[in-house]
């Protein structure tokens, strides 16, 4: 008998058609992937089983958990099984705690709602539920406020909230895509652990086979609102019979043709920083004495080649993104030299920078936040042509835009367009685009596909590989992908706590990590084959 | 939290000087002669240099400027040009109608506004929310004294409940005093409620969409409760903004209201005593109303911290 049971689920939203009969079920104590792309209705899905759906939502079909109709539930029924007997943890931990609440009212909060326990009773409760979830009292006490808390530490907070009740249905909606692979593989640990002591349903969406592969024991997957295959994962995943769940697993493990890898040690080093640190002010403890700086970057020596391709991977917050700005010239360096094709960048004015600024480009993580939506394309691609000693005249500007358009696979009609006409894959191409405009020596990418779907992702991947061997860009990949990282560099920087830990080729690196940091990524990262073969041992 | 206080504590009153330097400078600035004024136009040239030099306007500018804020700090305004009385005693009477009538209308708009905010956001689209926002245009569009010109209409002229204006003075008992002020913080409240009511509903309907409301409704609340317990005290900030701002714009409405009315408050006083270039008065009602503004504003940004725990940890 299943626990949740989702039977011809179509659901739309005005004229426009979000799902369409969808077929899902959930037994207590069984973890149920729930796999696909973005757009695909996974979420919508889950909102569907909370009835917490837009407004303007009109559902039709069968949704039953326990043996309630819950798309036919009065309001106060669902409000009484929300928190209650279903749990719900999301995507973004940093903004799904209310700021101006401790911690403490917030997990108690929902116990007091259903239990009419006394307040003091209920922090009791909650008390032991963050706990729990490893957020001990010495260290995390109930009056704690969400923004004293890191991302890791408050999905953790966000997830005694859901599992408060002891619920019979957990929804994890992408639980641990905003966190690194450390970080996820502490949560997933968690969730785990609590599906066991509970018998708990759990109902796991995610746009990472990987992820879903080490957790389910099920698997479903989504695709425009339908369900393309469900069965077990192991026969699912290995079997690959639908097409798209082999288009899914292949793109995932997808790894671009670089025909002339780089050969290391030909040519005298593209970009070069010696010994470089940076300290921010630390936060003062009492009116009168000075804080103690805080170092995010301490003492990194690190150099690139020509056309080489290097990955900078680290945790979140071990300092890599503020290391890159420094190499973009975008922060100042505390200590230390940084020197791009043999000059010296560090302490120079912004007109000494311009040839440096043309010879090096970035391409950001968000492709939905990186352009302004009131600019066409043609002026945002143009961009960086203003650092160009000779401003080109229109016409050739717009060749030059057309130019770098074609060379991401995009075309010349394009340029009128805005940035709200493209979809993410193709908003990632125009910030290369714009980034190649100038024809840089070095580009560096922070986390250039972590946003995109798998699909997606390996088109960018085999673009950016592309770029490197026509055009012979060097990049400095910023990740804590491991995949990425593996598929596309040549060489493996570790950062840890502000330090390079680690460096070498990359294959030696993440098959043989040496320092407990590298490993404690490799460990972490998850990794398709692996899950597959294990899985196919655990099911047979 | 104290580093927070002490800050905003300096810049209060860096604020308050500069604005006293201002002022003092300002009425330097414009034509017009007091002791010329006090004389009429037939005193001889020897005569107002003899009262120049006693009411010390020959004195050195940074001088008299030390001089009058030295007074200020200690309550000594000065005397009255047109009156011959300290100007204290002037503000004394008046203050004692203005600062209930700028609190009742302040507490009113608010208590309009806010019930008005969760209104509209909880019905955001439908028609409550269309007529509610529809009424509230209406309220942001029509100045002040017009209002006040209708209110008279219909409760004192029509209904006869409130008298059309003047003051009977707190000695006649509260409620007849309290009666009298009714109209006039109605009529000045008004259009702040409209304004305050529009940012309420935007800053709700920008909260509702915040992650963490969706975490409390999949915690099994109502959205009712949601709202009362999650969206309102974030959407408080912006609303706190807006009516520290107001109040400036309040206590300017008073010198219009008060006319209005007949209210002897500061702004007739303020009024009267531009009439009559009574600059030390003018002054002295421009500083306090200076200083009244500031007060709020620091308070505005006291409770910022009592709203929001991030600004409380914050140096």
């Not at chain 2, 409940?161 to 409240?189: R, Y």
């Not at chain 2, 303020?270 to 709020?296: C, G, K, P, Y």
Request: hydrophobic share 50%; glycine share 8%.
């Amino acid at each position: 008998m299943s626990l949740l049971e989702i039977e011809n689920l179509s659901l739309s939203i005005g004229d426009t058609p979000i799902l369409k009969g969808v077929e899902l079920a959930v037994a207590p104590g069984e973890v149920m992937g729930l796999v696909g792309e973005s757009g695909s209705g996974k979420s919508m899905t889950a909102l569907a089983v909370m009835r917490l759906m837009p407004f303007a939502a009109r559902a039709s079909g069968r949704v039953a958990f326990d043996g309630i109709d819950i798309l036919a539930a009065s309001e106060d029924q669902m409000c009484a099984l929300r928190g209650d007997d279903i749990g719900m943890v999301f995507q973004e931990p940093m903004t799904a705690l209310n700021p101006v609440k401790t911690i403490g009212e917030q997990v108690a909060e929902g116990i007091r709602w259903h239990t009419k326990a006394s307040r003091a009773e209920a922090e009791e409760q909650a008390r032991k539920i963050l706990d729990r979830v490893g957020l001990p009292s010495a260290k995390f006490p109930l009056s704690r406020y969400p923004h004293e808390l890191s991302g890791g530490q408050r999905q953790r907070v966000v997830i005694a909230i859901a599992c408060a009740l002891k619920p019979k249905l957990l929804i994890a909606d992408e639980p641990t895509t905003a966190l690194d692979v450390v970080l996820q593989a502490q949560i997933l640990d968690l969730l785990r652990d609590l599906v066991a002591e509970n018998r708990m349903g759990l109902l796991l969406i995610s746009h990472d086979l990987a992820v879903v592969t080490a957790m389910a024991d099920k698997i479903t997957i989504m695709r425009h609102g339908e369900v393309m295959e469900a069965g077990d994962t192991a026969r699912t995943l290995s079997g690959q019979l639908h097409p798209y769940t082999r288009q899914l697993a292949q793109a995932s493990m997808h790894v671009p043709a670089r025909p002339r890898p780089h050969t290391a040690g030909s040519a005298r080093p593209l970009l070069q920083v010696d010994g470089v640190t940076r300290d921010y002010p630390g936060r003062r403890s009492s009116l009168f004495r000075r804080a103690a700086p805080i170092r995010a970057v301490d003492d990194v020596s690190l150099s690139i080649e020509p056309g080489q391709s290097v990955a900078l991977v680290g945790r979140s917050g071990c300092g890599k993104s503020t290391l890159a700005r420094m190499i973009l010239a975008l922060d100042k360096s505390t200590s230390g030299t940084i020197r791009f094709s043999g000059e010296t960048i560090t302490g120079r004015s912004e007109a000494e920078l311009k040839p440096a600024r043309r010879d090096m480009q970035v391409v950001f993580q968000d492709p939905y936040g990186s352009f302004d939506p009131r600019q066409k394309v043609e002026k945002l691609v143009a961009e960086p042509l203003h650092v160009l000693d000779k401003k080109p005249a229109n016409a050739e500007r717009r060749e030059l835009v057309a130019h770098a358009l074609h060379e991401v696979g995009l075309g010349p009609r394009d340029m009128d367009k805005y940035p709200h006409e493209f979809s993410g894959g193709q908003r990632q191409r125009l910030s290369i685009a714009r980034a190649i405009i100038t024809r840089p020596k070095l580009v560096v990418a922070d986390e250039p596909v972590s946003a995109l779907d798998v699909s997606i992702r390996a088109q960018i991947l085999d673009l950016f590989a592309e770029l490197n061997q026509k055009l012979g860009i060097a990049y400095l990949f910023i990740t804590h992908d491991l995949t990425v990282a593996r598929a596309i560099t040549d060489e493996v920087l570790v950062m840890h706590e502000g330090r390079i830990v680690e460096r070498g080729k990359t294959g030696a690196v993440l098959d043989h990590p040496q320092s407990e940091a590298a490993r404690a990524l490799v460990r972490a990262a998850p990794d398709l084959h692996r899950a597959i073969a294990r899985r196919l041992q655990e099911q047979g | 939290m104290s580093a927070y206080l002490l800050k905003r504590l300096i810049i209060a009153a860096a604020t308050l000087v500069l604005a006293s330097m201002v002022v003092f400078a300002v009425l330097e600035i414009i034509p017009g002669d007091p002791a010329r004024l006090m004389l009429g136009m037939n005193a001889s040239a020897e005569q107002v240099e003899v009262l120049r030099n006693q009411m010390g306007l020959n004195a050195p500018l940074a001088l008299r400027y030390l001089h009058w804020a030295g007074g200020l700090l200690s309550l000594d305004f000065g005397r009255s040009y047109t009156y011959s009385v300290p100007v204290i005693d002037l503000v004394r009477e008046r203050v004692v109608v203005s600062l209930p009538l700028a609190l009742i209308a302040l507490a009113l708009s608010t208590a309009i506004a806010i019930p008005v905010g969760l209104f509209s956001a909880s019905r955001r689209g439908r028609a409550g929310d269309a007529i509610a926002m529809g009424v509230a245009q209406f309220g942001v569009a029509v100045p002040n004294f017009w209002f006040a010109l209708m209110l008279i209409y219909l409760f004192a002229v029509w209904l006869r409940l409130v008298p059309a204006g003047g003051f009977p003075g707190w000695g006649a008992g509260a409620w007849p005093a309290l009666k009298s002020l009714l109209l006039p913080a109605v009529a000045l409240a008004l259009p702040q409620a409209a304004i305050l009511a529009r940012v309420a509903r935007s800053a709700l309907i920008e909260v509702l969409n915040e992650d963490y409301i969706r975490t409390a409704r999949a915690k099994g609340m109502p959205y009712r409760a949601v709202l009362w317990r999650h969206a309102l005290r974030n959407a408080m900030i912006p609303v706190l903004t807006i009516l520290g701002l107001q109040f400036a714009f309040l206590l300017a409405g008073t010198i219009i209201i008060e006319n209005v009315f007949y209210l002897p408050g500061l702004g007739r006083l303020l009024f009267q005593a531009i009439t009559q270039r009574d600059l030390i008065v003018v002054e002295s009602v421009v500083m306090l109303l200076v200083a009244a503004v500031i007060a709020v504003n620091l308070l505005v940004d006291l409770s910022y911290a009592v709203v929001d725990p991030r600004l409380r940890s914050r140096q």
